[in-house]
């Protein structure tokens, strides 16, 4: 009745398999007001200055510094007032010995003014501003490039679009921003028993799970779940389906069918279409999962997960969701949606096996959820994941782990 | 020219009147397929028990356990194979003394069997089955309502849907999730000096930033930013387009035309059309910042946010951001994009006003980013930034910091 798995990996061998494996990477322009969260696909240098002009940095009187040397309450400088210049104005005339400028914020200096004196320090009477304090020369001017030249690196290229980031390119002008193509997964649940959500619920059948949750952590993955589909265990009509889906897909997913039982066919029509590269990790949960490759114009990517909810999660998780984050340009360095916390109570993990633990977090502890993989309230309850390695005997209570939470920080927000 | 604020307040203060205005909360239906990152707007109940039926476990045979008592390699039982019942079929025949039907995993277990004996303690001729150890009753079977029984809290409202908490609600079958309406934000730049990118620099005008960090920002909230419009520093204009725009949104944000100088006008237009609830906040930077109420057919709130980008920006984050979520129904204790690091160098704040320091994180340490409000590569540069408490005179180096990130772990991801 079916074959036991000829040969169990140890996870980082299947991560080894996988990671050997590449996606093509290709490149889009969007619009601005559409690039958030999105992966930077080449490095961006500063096409103007910043700021592009000599820019007054308070509201005051724009002159030439050493006009104002020795200027004091009791014996103040008087200056002609030639010019208001507001923020958005371009200055008509130059700052001259004895001049100034009325200059509001953001507003261009004037030609040959050196320093703008703060308004406090003034006092203005018709068209004649007295000045009772000196000012240094470049005070309250921010020169034109200061904060950065023209053509220098600003950010780069595999810069996650945050919305300071997207601040930078804005300053610059952007409108088309060059950012990776989304990847698109393929998502199949397969089984006899599974229907899809909204209808009625006959005898011996269950809702499908698996389509919503896969598709959901693929979209915070940065990537677009596509084609939906539930198919039953038959060799042929899985083959057909998986068939059609791949040209329309760089990956495919599948959850369920991959256990070495009596219905499963998804390892037959893999070893038909292509070649069968892992199918058995050792993972608990998450024992039968399979990584294939499919033939076609293009190879494609085939990630079997098995067909319990908790475990096709946790699979996706630790597995699936760092490779399709990394084939979308975001580095390691931006996965960070794992906090430390204590162990609620002593644990004793599965041994021989990686155990994914579920725990629901409260109070900055961690409280481990003892559910079976089928169990549907386990997700209700929890907020992460706890990866415990094959070799750890027990968790002592307090004990410190690292939680891997179902939220991420990055991808599409 | 213009006058000084008439009333600086602590942030605790301004936060407490923010947060005494509340946002109309209404409740929308979407589809399971669209509803990752939304917030839950209603406790849900389990309409099916879980499992929906007697589940069988494992691949084997489904038996009456007493049937198998006593067998062993020596002496195994035989029992007559009457069905094979697969996943999504439905047994047809009960199992009665002496009888057995093979069952897949997921299957029903047929009426009257008790349990599942795995296949590798049995061997099958014909239509008999041997068995060759025996079974407790129960084993191998998962009961219906195990996971859950039927009209059970299953989900709380305010929860946040993340890929496993929507497999929670496939599992029920539910098609459309009742979820919070997200807020509508109208964002608008204001000042003569600012253009759209993609248009061509004349000289004297940047680029409008705050418009697109402030839309990236709103979207990462779980809010929808719309009518983003850039208005000059004009009574009249921006009167109109506040008047127009508060009726299709929920809350508007403004950048720029707070300072108490020359250009300013957004002050006066909040006087005419309703309330200024708060000017001047005792932030570095974002001293400026405003806080009004619009009267109208239904009152609006109006922020109006500094006009330098990192002013802006972490004003939003640190007041308007909360603000939104907390309205759009994520809980404190949601908001996990905060992480704990040393700093790399002692810091002198600027004392007697709240400071937001920008910083980048390198190798699990936060370096702060010294350059004034205007700088845009200081956003290009940074990750993030630290609260200092206005008390604060030094921060010694390797001073643990709260370093509240760009990114955001939950909203629509």
Redesign the interface.
């Known amino acids: 009745?079916?074959d036991e798995f000829l040969n169990l990996l140890e996870p980082y061998e299947a991560e080894k398999i996988l990671n050997s494996l590449e996606l093509k990477k290709s490149v889009e322009k969007v619009g601005?007001?559409e690039c958030?969260?999105r992966v930077l696909a080449e490095d961006i240098y500063s096409t103007?200055a910043?700021?592009?002009?000599n820019?007054v940095?308070m509201?005051g009187y724009a002159v030439q510094a050493e006009n104002t040397f020795g200027a004091s309450e009791d014996n103040p400088k008087v200056l002609k007032l030639i010019e208001v210049v507001?923020?958005?104005?371009?200055?008509q005339k130059k700052i001259m010995e004895g001049t100034c400028a009325?200059v509001?914020?953001?507003?261009?200096a004037p030609p040959q003014s050196d320093a703008v004196i703060m308004?406090e320090y003034t006092e203005?009477s018709d068209n004649q501003v007295m000045v009772f304090q000196g000012v240094a020369p470049g005070e309250n001017i921010?020169k034109k490039g200061s904060?950065?030249e023209k053509n220098h690196l600003?950010?780069k290229k595999d810069t996650?679009?945050?919305?300071?980031?997207?601040?930078?390119?804005?300053?610059?002008?952007?409108?088309?921003i060059p950012v990776y193509t989304q990847i698109k997964v393929g998502i199949i649940s397969t089984?006899?028993?599974?229907i899809?959500?909204?209808?009625d619920?006959?005898?011996?059948?269950?809702?499908?799970?698996?389509s919503?949750?896969?598709?959901?952590?693929v979209?915070?993955c940065g990537c677009i779940p596509v084609g939906?589909k539930i198919i039953?265990?038959d060799f042929k009509v899985l083959k057909n389906a998986i068939s059609r889906l791949m040209n329309e897909v760089d990956i495919i997913i599948t959850s369920g069918g991959t256990?070495a039982?009596?219905?499963d066919v998804l390892r037959s029509v893999i070893e038909d279409m292509g070649e069968v590269l892992v199918h058995g990790i050792s993972f608990k949960p998450g024992k039968p999962t399979l990584i294939g490759t499919l033939k076609g114009k293009e190879d494609k990517i085939l990630i079997g997960l098995p067909?319990y909810?908790v475990a096709a999660?946790v699979v996706f998780e630790s597995l699936v969701a760092p490779f399709l984050r990394r084939n979308s340009g975001v580095s390691v360095s931006d996965e960070?949606?794992t906090?430390q916390l204590k162990i609620s109570r002593r644990f004793h993990p599965s041994r021989g096996r990686t155990h994914h633990l579920l725990v629901k977090v409260r109070d900055d502890i961690a409280i481990p959820i003892q559910?079976?993989s089928?169990?549907?309230?386990a997700?209700?309850d929890?907020d992460g994941y706890v990866e415990i390695p094959k070799s750890t005997e027990i968790l002592e209570t307090g004990t410190l782990v690292h939680v891997k939470?179902?939220?991420?920080?990055?991808?599409?927000?």
Chains 1, 2 share one sequence.
Do not use: C, W
């Open positions: 009745m079916g601005i007001g958030s969260g103007i910043l700021p592009p002009f820019r940095a509201d507001g923020a958005g104005d371009q200055p009325e509001g914020t953001g507003a261009p308004v203005k921010t904060d950065i600003l950010l996650v679009l945050t919305p300071d980031k997207i601040g930078v390119l804005s300053a610059i002008g952007m409108a088309y089984g006899n028993e599974i899809p959500v909204g209808e619920l006959d005898y011996g059948k269950v809702y499908d799970v698996n919503q949750t896969i598709s959901s952590a979209h915070s939906i039953a265990d256990s039982g009596a219905g067909g909810p999660l960070s949606n906090i559910k079976d089928g169990a549907i309230t997700l209700a929890a939470l179902f939220r991420r920080t990055t991808g599409l927000f």
